[in-house]
């Protein structure tokens, strides 16, 4: 055992050594290596007088180059061979096979550089026996085997193959009807042998298979014929004991051609079936008529819209008796049937079922011609019509083939509209003589043609303003009926329709009134009417397709201008301050209907500033409901001193308690006129304006002035800036019977161009308001004496320079003890300046000077 181990592991050795395991005969090791194998055929070859012997032969597992040589031997018996080819040595054939090599009927053809074939053509009965295929060594130690043996049978041709007349007859016939050809197949060999058959096709130098019944006795369609085997439509029998027959129920186009039988025979040998020989015979030639279809429909049609299109399509063919027609309509906006655009309208398929849209129809008048049928037609049907035509045949097992088809010409159809004609006459059935009178407008349809009964009418309402001058006068949608009547308002005539005031009406189906409960100036105008008929399309739905204008109608009556008349007076003069003003004003009107009126109590006073006139100022308002409103009425402590009320329709009367000085000015009432219009609206009728009543106290008292110094007018910016409003007085005034309200203003600029802005105010009481600065210098303000206000600029910015002045407001004691505000004063302004450095001062000084 340890020995066998050993030469065991030896030769795995050698094989890992030389890439390749050997074979080694009657040793006790395991097939753990193999040599050369050559190998040809197993078992028997079988072979027909006159066919061609092919046998292959391969080596494997082999040292040396990878090109091989072969060398043939025959032996009739086994025992003995005779050379017979070699790949290697042209002198190694015996003398015997030399002619038929040089002839070419014997020859050896390399498949590979380790395979080669053994061809002998036209085998003939001294070719049966033994052919051994041998390899010279290239190895490096002979292992294996070098040559293989097979036996070679010849057989006598026993095999007939014929048509069934000869010569093979030529068939012509039209797509769709049956043919059949034949072929007579038998084999009279004494062995075993099986048949195998082939239908084929032949075009030019294509074929095809059609249908093969195989050596095992199946059957089996070519490519492309599996459908037409299944349905029995191509199908291959057997007649008697040699006749095979290849039947075509239906014909078809691609069925033109030569037809052939091939016929193969088959022998088993070790259980394996082999192709002994092959014979084929042409049988016929099948010639297949075209049919002959042609269509033609009308190549201009017109049609008015809302009729009925009836277009023809004419067949014409060669047969119609035993097809079956199915016909399609096609649509196209181009003349062109190719593009994929077309849209299919109806068919009739070959069961005379029609399918289409509701509107659409097919009728079959006769076996040659069918009409589409398309109702209530609009312009969208104007195009290009096709009319398509496919003849098929009845197959077998229920199917059916298509012999023929073709496309028609255009039709050109041409949809005309025919608008309905009518005229719009726009009447006014009442017309107001004036305000708040009815007025009523009817529009109807009059001369009416070519009237349709898929047409219906809606109206439109419109009013333009008078106008005396050429120019383009807007107008303005009242109302607009839809097509399926529904009523929309434009913005004029949406709130006054909701309100009740304008209603719309359709008294008739061609007559339609418009009515204004209560006509207002505004409604005076021009009014015109449009009607609109629409046409029914086949979905049900309308579309406008005219409009009519009427001629306008005006809405006017003549009214003077209204006139408002407004008298004051005053009841009491104003002698002194203290008393109550009262004044009345008295209005008058004409030309306006049924008037409210409301007051604005208006005083012009001098402004007091250096450039403005005399500002009028509201002080005080009741509107025509009566409500009043404070105006402008600033006096905290006088809230309730002014009193607006209204005595009678036409009458009112102001009063100002506890006058002061400072109300001295020139009072006046303005006074508006309202008509109601509709509902809780009123519109402005007139404006006046009354004579003034001039409130002026003449009084002895004392007389005040104010001046403004500074002691710094020119400083370096960061520097304090002081100014001083001086307070005079000319009369005897106890100090404690007088009060000041003191403001500084200031006007940023070297003119007094500019606004002034407020700085700081001490009103009598003490009190320092301070107004909003956008830099960062600050700002006190006190009283330094009765009559002395200091003002200081603390840390100055470049942007306080300029004109600083100060306003003041005197308040006196009176007798009674009362405080009574007196005229403000100003004084006059002074120029400040802020310098960046003395440099900077010189320089601006020079530039301010010149």
């Given at each position: 055992?340890?020995?066998?181990?050993?030469?065991?592991?030896?030769?795995?050795?050698?094989?890992?050594?030389?890439?390749?395991?050997?074979?080694?005969?009657?040793?006790?090791?395991?097939?753990?290596?193999?040599?050369?194998?050559?190998?040809?055929?197993?078992?028997?070859?079988?072979?027909?007088?006159?066919?061609?012997?092919?046998?292959?032969?391969?080596?494997?597992?082999?040292?040396?180059?990878?090109?091989?040589?072969?060398?043939?031997?025959?032996?009739?018996?086994?025992?003995?061979?005779?050379?017979?080819?070699?790949?290697?040595?042209?002198?190694?054939?015996?003398?015997?096979?030399?002619?038929?090599?040089?002839?070419?009927?014997?020859?050896?053809?390399?498949?590979?550089?380790?395979?080669?074939?053994?061809?002998?053509?036209?085998?003939?009965?001294?070719?049966?026996?033994?052919?051994?295929?041998?390899?010279?060594?290239?190895?490096?130690?002979?292992?294996?085997?070098?040559?293989?043996?097979?036996?070679?049978?010849?057989?006598?041709?026993?095999?007939?193959?014929?048509?069934?007349?000869?010569?093979?007859?030529?068939?012509?016939?039209?797509?769709g009807e049956p043919f059949e050809v034949r072929c007579a197949a038998a084999s009279n060999s004494q062995l075993h042998t099986h048949l195998a058959l082939l239908w084929e096709l032949h075009r030019g130098p294509a074929h095809r298979a059609v249908?093969?019944?195989?050596?095992?006795?199946?059957?089996?369609?070519?490519?492309?014929?599996?459908?037409?085997?299944?349905?029995?439509?191509?199908?291959?029998?057997?007649?008697?004991?040699?006749?095979?027959?290849?039947?075509?129920?239906?014909?078809?186009?691609?069925?033109?051609?030569?037809?052939?039988?091939?016929?193969?025979?088959?022998?088993?040998?070790?259980?394996?079936?082999?192709?002994?020989?092959?014979?084929?015979?042409?049988?016929?030639?099948?010639?297949?008529?075209?049919?002959?279809?042609?269509?033609?429909?009308?190549?201009?049609?017109?049609?008015?819209?809302?009729?009925?299109?009836?277009?023809?399509?004419?067949?014409?063919?060669?047969?119609?008796?035993?097809?079956?027609?199915?016909?399609?309509?096609?649509?196209?906006?181009?003349?062109?049937?190719?593009?994929?655009?077309?849209?299919?309208?109806?068919?009739?398929?070959?069961?005379?079922?029609?399918?289409?849209?509701?509107?659409?129809?097919?009728?079959?008048?006769?076996?040659?011609?069918?009409?589409?049928?398309?109702?209530?037609?609009?312009?969208?049907?104007?195009?290009?019509?096709?009319?398509?035509?496919?003849?098929?045949?009845?197959?077998?097992?229920?199917?059916?083939?298509?012999?023929?088809?073709?496309?028609?010409?255009?039709?050109?159809?041409?949809?005309?509209?025919?608008?309905?004609?009518?005229?719009?006459?726009?009447?006014?059935?009442?017309?107001?003589?004036?305000?708040?009178?009815?007025?009523?407008?009817?529009?109807?349809?009059?001369?009416?043609?070519?009237?349709?009964?898929?047409?219906?009418?809606?109206?439109?309402?419109?009013?333009?303003?008078?106008?005396?001058?050429?120019?383009?006068?807007?107008?303005?949608?009242?109302?607009?009926?839809?097509?399926?009547?529904?009523?929309?308002?434009?913005?004029?005539?949406?709130?006054?329709?909701?309100?009740?005031?304008?209603?719309?009406?359709?008294?008739?189906?061609?007559?339609?009134?418009?009515?204004?409960?209560?006509?207002?100036?505004?409604?005076?105008?021009?009014?015109?009417?449009?009607?609109?008929?629409?046409?029914?399309?086949?979905?049900?739905?309308?579309?406008?397709?005219?409009?009519?204008?009427?001629?306008?109608?005006?809405?006017?009556?003549?009214?003077?201008?209204?006139?408002?008349?407004?008298?004051?007076?005053?009841?009491?003069?104003?002698?002194?301050?203290?008393?109550?003003?009262?004044?009345?004003?008295?209005?008058?009107?004409?030309?306006?209907?049924?008037?409210?009126?409301?007051?604005?109590?208006?005083?012009?006073?001098?402004?007091?500033?250096?450039?403005?006139?005399?500002?009028?100022?509201?002080?005080?308002?009741?509107?025509?409901?009566?409500?009043?409103?404070?105006?402008?009425?600033?006096?905290?402590?006088?809230?309730?001193?002014?009193?607006?009320?209204?005595?009678?329709?036409?009458?009112?009367?102001?009063?100002?308690?506890?006058?002061?000085?400072?109300?001295?000015?020139?009072?006046?009432?303005?006074?508006?006129?309202?008509?109601?219009?509709?509902?809780?609206?009123?519109?402005?009728?007139?404006?006046?304006?009354?004579?003034?009543?001039?409130?002026?106290?003449?009084?002895?008292?004392?007389?005040?002035?104010?001046?403004?110094?500074?002691?710094?007018?020119?400083?370096?910016?960061?520097?304090?800036?002081?100014?001083?409003?001086?307070?005079?007085?000319?009369?005897?005034?106890?100090?404690?019977?007088?009060?000041?309200?003191?403001?500084?203003?200031?006007?940023?600029?070297?003119?007094?161009?500019?606004?002034?802005?407020?700085?700081?105010?001490?009103?009598?009481?003490?009190?320092?308001?301070?107004?909003?600065?956008?830099?960062?210098?600050?700002?006190?303000?006190?009283?330094?004496?009765?009559?002395?206000?200091?003002?200081?600029?603390?840390?100055?910015?470049?942007?306080?320079?300029?004109?600083?002045?100060?306003?003041?407001?005197?308040?006196?004691?009176?007798?009674?003890?009362?405080?009574?505000?007196?005229?403000?004063?100003?004084?006059?302004?002074?120029?400040?300046?802020?310098?960046?450095?003395?440099?900077?001062?010189?320089?601006?000084?020079?530039?301010?000077?010149?």
């Amino acid at each position: 055992m340890e020995m066998l181990n050993t030469a065991s592991k030896y030769l795995q050795n050698w094989a890992e050594v030389h890439g390749k395991a050997a074979f080694c005969k009657d040793s006790q090791v395991p097939a753990l290596c193999r040599g050369r194998v050559v190998r040809v055929p197993a078992g028997t070859l079988v072979r027909v007088v006159g066919t061609e012997l092919v046998i292959p032969c391969n080596v494997s597992d082999y040292d040396g180059p990878s090109e091989q040589n072969f060398d043939w031997s025959f032996s009739s018996s086994g025992s003995s061979f005779v050379e017979l080819a070699s790949t290697w040595e042209a002198s190694f054939p015996a003398q015997l096979y030399q002619e038929r090599l040089q002839r070419g009927e014997i020859l050896l053809r390399r498949t590979a550089n380790d395979a080669v074939e053994l061809h002998i053509k036209n085998v003939q009965p001294l070719d049966q026996g033994h052919y051994k295929c041998s390899t010279p060594s290239t190895d490096a130690t002979v292992q294996g085997n070098y040559e293989d043996t097979v036996q070679v049978k010849v057989l006598a041709d026993a095999l007939l193959v014929g048509p069934s007349a000869r010569p093979p007859p030529s068939l012509s016939l039209r797509e769709g009807e049956p043919f059949e050809v034949r072929c007579a197949a038998a084999s009279n060999s004494q062995l075993h042998t099986h048949l195998a058959l082939l239908w084929e096709l032949h075009r030019g130098p294509a074929h095809r298979a059609v249908v093969a019944l195989t050596h095992e006795g199946r059957f089996r369609p070519g490519p492309g014929y599996e459908q037409r085997y299944h349905s029995g439509d191509v199908r291959l029998d057997t007649a008697g004991a040699d006749a095979y027959r290849l039947s075509v129920a239906h014909a078809l186009s691609a069925d033109q051609g030569s037809y052939r039988c091939v016929v193969s025979e088959w022998i088993a040998e070790q259980g394996y079936w082999q192709e002994i020989q092959e014979k084929a015979v042409e049988v016929a030639t099948v010639v297949i008529q075209p049919t002959v279809l042609r269509v033609a429909v009308a190549r201009n049609v017109s049609v008015a819209e809302g009729k009925e299109l009836d277009l023809p399509c004419n067949i014409t063919t060669d047969r119609m008796d035993d097809v079956r027609p199915e016909l399609t309509w096609f649509f196209s906006r181009t003349p062109d049937s190719t593009l994929p655009a077309r849209h299919v309208l109806a068919r009739l398929d070959r069961d005379s079922l029609v399918h289409s849209s509701p509107h659409i129809a097919v009728s079959h008048v006769d076996a040659r011609s069918y009409h589409l049928l398309v109702r209530d037609v609009s312009k969208e049907n104007s195009g290009y019509y096709f009319c398509h035509v496919a003849l098929w045949t009845p197959g077998h097992n229920r199917s059916w083939h298509k012999v023929a088809e073709a496309m028609s010409a255009p039709a050109s159809v041409g949809v005309m509209w025919l608008e309905p004609d009518y005229q719009v006459h726009l009447n006014a059935s009442k017309v107001p003589g004036f305000s708040d009178d009815p007025t009523e407008l009817e529009c109807r349809v009059v001369d009416m043609k070519n009237s349709e009964a898929s047409v219906h009418f809606t109206v439109s309402w419109y009013y333009t303003v008078n106008r005396r001058s050429d120019s383009v006068v807007p107008r303005e949608l009242l109302a607009v009926m839809d097509g399926d009547w529904t009523l929309r308002y434009g913005e004029r005539g949406k709130q006054r329709a909701q309100d009740g005031e304008f209603i719309f009406s359709k008294a008739h189906k061609d007559t339609f009134n418009f009515r204004i409960q209560r006509t207002t100036e505004e409604d005076r105008g021009n009014y015109y009417c449009v009607v609109s008929a629409w046409t029914k399309q086949r979905n049900n739905s309308w579309v406008k397709s005219k409009d009519v204008v009427s001629k306008p109608v005006s809405v006017f009556w003549a009214s003077e201008d209204s006139v408002l008349v407004v008298k004051a007076r005053q009841p009491k003069p104003v002698f002194a301050s203290g008393n109550t003003f009262e004044m009345t004003c008295k209005v008058s009107s004409k030309n306006i209907k049924s008037p409210r009126y409301s007051v604005l109590i208006t005083a012009e006073k001098p402004v007091g500033d250096f450039s403005s006139p005399n500002e009028t100022k509201p002080i005080i308002s009741l509107d025509q409901d009566a409500v009043v409103k404070l105006e402008n009425w600033t006096d905290a402590s006088r809230v309730d001193g002014v009193v607006l009320e209204k005595v009678q329709d036409d009458e009112f009367r102001y009063r100002m308690y506890q006058t002061q000085v400072s109300d001295a000015g020139l009072y006046r009432c303005m006074v508006t006129a309202w008509s109601p219009v509709r509902g809780n609206l009123w519109r402005e009728a007139a404006t006046g304006l009354s004579n003034p009543i001039e409130i002026d106290f003449q009084t002895s008292g004392p007389i005040f002035n104010a001046s403004v110094h500074s002691d710094t007018p020119s400083v370096i910016r960061g520097d304090l800036i002081k100014l001083v409003c001086n307070i005079t007085v000319e009369g005897a005034l106890d100090p404690d019977n007088m009060a000041f309200d003191v403001t500084w203003f200031a006007v940023h600029s070297f003119g007094l161009d500019k606004a002034p802005a407020l700085l700081s105010s001490l009103d009598r009481k003490g009190i320092v308001t301070t107004g909003r600065r956008d830099w960062k210098s600050n700002l006190s303000l006190e009283r330094v004496s009765g009559l002395e206000f200091l003002l200081q600029v603390h840390g100055s910015e470049d942007q306080d320079f300029g004109n600083y002045y100060c306003a003041v407001t005197p308040w006196v004691k009176s007798s009674t003890g009362s405080w009574q505000k007196e005229a403000e004063i100003l004084s006059k302004p002074i120029f400040i300046t802020v310098k960046m450095d003395e440099l900077y001062g010189e320089t601006f000084a020079h530039f301010v000077n010149s």
